[in-house]
C-alpha cells in the first residue's frame, strides 16, 4: 500500500481497475467525472484489460452493464444527476434480476433549475430500487467502499447491485492523500466472480421473464429479505477489510463521540468530516456532542442506529435531499428508528447544501442551536434571505 | 415449453429452439417467424428481446419456450443488452461460444429502441438484430408506431371525419441501418421460411453488426384472417408494399422479384380490417391510389418487376 496525494475520482478509478472488472460502459451526461475518463485511459494504455463501452446515453451504459452482469462478467459504471435519472429504468431492472453491478453515483443536484453542484437528490431518488447504498464519507473510503461493494455485491446469498455514493466536488474533485491498494492485496481480498446463473449456451436459461400477480410480489419479497440479510454482509465486509488492510470506516454506521453525547448530528457523506471538527470543538468546551454516519442507507440499519442512539436526548438530522411534499427523508427514517421504543428523542430535521450551497462551520452551528432550542421541527437551513423575500 | 414432459415436436426444416406451447395468437407470425430465426442459428446462440408481443407469449413464469439461453430486460434496450452480451463473452474469452441475437418488435426498434440500436451498429459489435416487423404496437392493444404503413387504421391513428388512419409513410429503417456503414442488412417475409433461414446463417458468418427485419402479419391488429397470415405476407411482397432484398456494405445485391402483371395493392389492402375504411367511400379510392404509389415506387427504386 502507498499513499498518494490524488483526485478522489483517479482514487476510485484506480481502485475499480484493480478489482479487475470485465466490462466498463459509461456515458458523458452533464456532466462525467473523471472516473471513467481515467478507467479509458487505462484500458487505452493496455494497464487495464476490461472491455470499456463507449454507449450513446445513460440508459445505455446501464444496459450494457446488465447484459454483460447476466453473461457472468464483472461490471462497474458511474454516473451522476441527470444521467442518473436516465438510468432508473434500468437500475430497478438490474436489482430485479439480481445482477451485481457495482457503480458510482456521483452525487449532484438534478434539473430544473440546471445545477452541476452537489447533493444527494439523485441516489435518493432510487432508494426504493433494490440496489444496496453506500455513502462515502471522504475519498479514502470512497476508494475503499468500491472494493468492498465488489465483495458484497457477489456474496451468493446476496446477488444485489451496489451503488458507492461520494459526493460531487467536495470528494470527486478534491486532492487528499489516499492510500490505494496493490493488485496483489485485492486478489487476496476479492475472489473472482463465479455466478452460478448466466447466459450460456451450455445451460440455456430465460431471464428477465414475465411474472404475473401469482408471482411478482415474491421477488419483492426475496429482494427485501436479501437486503436485511445483507445488513450482516456489508458489517462482515468491512470488518474482513480491516483485518486486510488496517482500516475501518464503519460498516452499516459509523459513530464519533457518540458514546456519551446528549446531541448527536446524523448525516450522510461528506459532511461529516466537517462536523467532526465541529464536535471535536464544541467537545472542547464541555458541550457532549456525537455524530452518526448512516454509511449503509439501503439496507437501513434501523437497529445499529437505535442501539448507538437510544440513550440520546437531541438528535439533529442533516442532509442534502428534500421530499418535495413532505420535507426530509433521512430524518423520518430516523424518526421511524424510535417508533414503539420507550423512551423518544427529540429529533429536528435540517435540509441544507441543496444544488451546491455551501455548508459552513456557522451552517452546522445553526442546526446544533436549533435543536437545542426548537421543538420537534424541519426545515430548510442556510437559505439567502434575499432571494426568499426576507423572513 | 421446456418442461421434460411436454416435448416440441421436431421439424424436417430446421431445429425447434421456440418450443411450442407458448401463447401466442393464431396464425402469429412473429411466433412462425422467431422460430426459423432460432431454427437457423441453431443453439449456439445468446438472444436478448425487447418488451413486447414475443417475450410476453414465451416467458410467462414459471415456463420458458426458449431452448437457447435468451435474456428480456425492457422495451428500448435489446440492442445495448446485446452489446452488453457480445462485450462480456469477448473480456471471458467465450466469444467462440455463441452468436449474439439481438430482437424487437416494430416499435422497439424504429421508435423507442432506436437509438440503442444505433448505438450498437455504430460500435461495430458482432450482433444480428432482427426487427419482427407486425407494423404497430400489438402487445399494447395496437397503437401506431414509426413502422406502420401509410393509412392505416390503430387504435392512435383511426379513420374519421378528418383522417384516413395513420398520416405518416413507414420509417425506412433498413437504409437507417445500412447508413451507419454496416456489412448486411436484409428485409424478409413469413410468407418464405427459406428465405429467412438463409438470409440468418448468412449474416451470422458476417462479422460486425447485422441488421434485419421480418414482416410478420399480426390477424390481431391488421383485423386478418389467422389462417391467412402467409397469403397476406405473401400479398405485401407481391404488391411491391414490402420489398424484399439484402444490402451489402450499403448496396442493394438481391431481390426478390414479384410476378408480372404486378398484383395491384387492392388485393393485400381488402383482407385486412385495418385498411377497411378505403374501401368504404368513393373517396378511399383516392387514399388507394396513393398506397398504389408507394408499392410502384419501391417496384422502381428496388427493381422488384
Not at chain 1, 198 to 225: A, H, Q, S
Not at chain 1, 295 to 308: C, G, H, L, V
Not at chain 2, 35 to 42: D, E, F, R
Not at chain 2, 102 to 110: C, E, I, N, V, W
Amino acid at each position: 500500500m502507498s499513499t498518494t496525494f490524488i483526485e478522489g475520482s483517479i482514487a476510485v478509478a484506480k481502485t475499480v481497475a484493480v478489482s479487475r472488472p470485465h466490462v466498463i460502459s459509461a456515458y458523458p451526461i452533464t456532466p462525467q467525472t473523471h472516473i471513467v475518463e481515467h478507467l479509458s485511459e487505462l484500458v487505452a494504455n493496455g494497464e487495464l484489460k476490461s472491455e470499456f463501452v463507449n454507449v450513446e446515453s445513460e440508459h445505455s451504459a446501464a444496459s450494457v452493464v446488465l447484459g454483460s452482469s447476466a453473461t457472468g462478467a464483472r461490471t462497474y459504471t458511474a454516473t451522476t444527476s441527470q444521467g442518473f435519472l436516465l438510468m432508473i429504468e434500468v437500475l430497478f431492472n438490474i436489482a430485479g434480476m439480481r445482477l451485481p453491478v457495482v457503480m458510482t453515483c456521483v452525487n449532484r443536484a438534478v434539473s430544473a433549475p440546471i445545477n452541476i453542484w452537489n447533493d444527494q437528490q439523485d441516489s435518493m431518488t432510487a432508494r426504493d430500487s433494490g440496489w444496496i447504498q453506500l455513502y462515502a464519507e471522504d475519498n479514502q473510503e470512497a476508494s475503499d467502499m468500491h472494493l468492498q461493494a465488489f465483495k458484497i455485491a457477489e456474496n451468493k446469498d446476496i446477488m444485489l447491485p451496489v451503488m458507492v455514493c461520494m459526493d460531487g466536488f467536495v470528494l470527486t474533485h478534491s486532492f487528499d492523500p489516499v492510500e490505494l491498494i496493490s493488485q496483489e492485496q485485492v486478489d487476496k481480498f476479492l475472489p473472482p466472480f463465479k455466478p452460478e446463473y448466466y447466459l450460456t449456451p451450455k445451460n440455456p436459461l430465460t431471464f428477465g421473464t414475465l411474472v404475473g400477480p401469482d408471482g411478482y410480489m415474491e421477488t419483492r419479497y426475496f429482494i427485501e429479505k436479501t437486503m436485511h440479510a445483507s445488513l450482516q454482509v456489508i458489517s462482515d465486509v468491512a470488518a474482513d477489510f480491516h483485518n486486510q488492510f488496517g482500516r475501518f470506516q464503519g460498516g452499516l454506521i459509523d459513530t464519533y463521540k457518540v458514546e456519551d453525547a446528549s446531541l448527536v448530528l446524523v448525516a450522510m457523506g461528506s459532511i461529516i468530516g466537517t462536523i467532526k471538527d465541529i464536535v471535536d470543538e464544541l467537545r472542547a468546551k464541555g458541550q457532549k456532542v456525537g455524530v452518526l454516519k448512516v454509511r449503509s442507507y439501503r439496507p437501513f440499519p434501523k437497529d445499529e442506529i437505535y442501539k448507538a442512539l437510544n440513550h440520546v436526548k437531541e438528535i439533529a438530522v442533516l442532509e442534502k435531499a428534500v421530499s418535495l411534499g413532505y420535507g426530509g427523508i433521512l430524518v423520518n427514517e430516523i424518526k421511524s428508528v424510535f417508533y414503539g421504543k420507550p423512551k423518544t428523542p427529540k429529533i429536528n430535521g435540517f435540509i441544507l447544501g441543496l444544488g451546491g450551497r455551501d455548508i459552513t462551520v456557522d451552517t452546522i452551528h445553526q442546526t446544533i442551536k436549533e435543536t437545542v432550542k426548537a421543538s420537534s421541527e424541519e426545515k430548510f437551513i442556510g437559505l439567502n434571505e434575499a432571494l426568499i423575500g426576507g423572513k | 415449453m421446456t418442461t421434460t414432459t411436454l416435448a416440441a415436436p421436431k421439424e424436417q426444416s430446421c431445429q425447434t429452439l421456440l418450443a411450442s406451447g407458448h401463447t401466442a395468437c393464431t396464425g402469429c407470425g412473429e411466433a412462425l417467424a422467431a422460430k426459423l430465426v432460432l431454427g437457423a442459428a441453431g443453439p449456439n446462440i445468446i438472444v436478448t428481446d425487447a418488451t413486447g408481443c414475443l417475450e410476453v407469449f414465451t416467458t410467462r413464469f414459471p415456463q420458458s419456450s426458449w431452448e437457447v439461453p435468451f435474456i428480456h430486460s425492457l422495451f428500448e434496450n435489446s440492442a445495448a443488452v446485446a452489446s452488453g452480451v457480445e462485450v462480456a463473452l469477448k473480456a471471458l474469452g467465450r466469444q467462440n461460444e455463441a452468436k449474439v441475437i439481438a430482437q424487437g418488435g416494430d416499435g422497439g426498434t424504429a421508435d423507442i429502441g432506436l437509438q440503442a440500436l444505433s448505438g450498437m451498429l455504430e460500435r461495430g459489435h458482432d450482433i444480428l438484430y432482427v426487427c419482427y416487423d407486425n407494423e404497430a404496437y400489438m402487445n399494447t392493444g395496437v397503437q401506431r408506431s414509426g413502422l406502420t404503413p401509410f393509412d392505416c387504421m390503430t387504435t392512435t391513428s383511426p379513420c374519421g371525419e378528418l383522417s384516413w388512419g395513420n398520416k405518416h409513410n413507414k420509417k425506412d429503417m433498413p437504409s437507417i441501418a445500412a447508413a451507419h456503414g454496416i456489412p448486411y442488412v436484409a428485409t424478409a417475409s413469413v410468407a418464405f421460411p427459406k428465405d429467412i433461414e438463409n438470409k440468418v446463417k448468412k449474416a451470422l458468418s458476417i462479422t460486425g453488426p447485422k441488421y434485419m427485419q421480418i414482416h410478420s402479419p399480426c390477424p390481431l391488429g391488421w383485423r386478418s384472417n389467422p389462417q391467412l397470415t402467409i397469403k397476406v405476407a405473401k400479398l405485401a411482397v407481391q404488391t411491391g408494399l414490402y420489398p424484399v432484398f439484402e444490402m451489402e456494405n450499403g448496396k442493394v445485391t438481391k431481390v426478390r422479384k414479384i410476378t408480372t402483371p404486378k398484383t395491384p395493392v387492392e388485393e393485400y389492402l381488402k383482407i385486412q380490417g385495418r385498411f377497411a375504411h378505403l374501401f368504404k367511400s368513393p373517396k378511399g379510392k383516392e387514399e388507394i391510389q396513393k398506397i398504389q404509389e408507394i408499392a410502384d415506387r419501391n417496384i422502381e427504386k428496388y427493381g422488384l418487376a
